[in-house]
């Protein structure tokens, strides 16, 4: 599976956001994800197999809990990938910053300046 296709799911996703404070239980993932999407139980593991299988998550056991862990390595290959356009919306935000500027010395109002 592409890392896009692994991403392109918002459970995926979310899992993923839920993981970027650190390592989490496969039950407190379960459990957040079941309240915020409301799917079953085998389907946030399906999620998480998903995840695991293409090296998005790793995962330890500590007794009887799967504990999930993000791995950054497919991370920074979707991010390698991305490196290419990043000159389409770095040139958007500095032709921006630009036209604010100019706006600011003409003395235009911005939305925290006062009228």
Do not use: C
Request: aromatic share 6%; net charge positive.
């Amino acid at each position: 599976m592409h890392a896009f296709d692994v991403l392109g799911d918002p459970v995926r996703r979310r899992i993923l956001e839920l993981l970027t404070d650190g390592e989490r239980s496969a039950g407190s993932i379960t459990e957040l994800i079941r309240s915020e999407f409301g799917i079953s139980q085998p389907g946030v593991s399906q999620h998480l197999r998903v995840l695991r299988e293409n090296g998005f998550t790793a995962v330890r056991a500590e007794g009887t809990r799967r504990l999930y862990s993000v791995e950054a390595e497919p991370l920074r290959e979707v991010d390698r990938w991305l490196e290419r356009f990043r000159g389409f919306w770095d040139q958007r935000l500095d032709a921006l910053g630009t036209e604010l500027a100019r706006g600011r010395r003409r003395g235009t109002p911005t939305r925290k300046d006062p009228p």
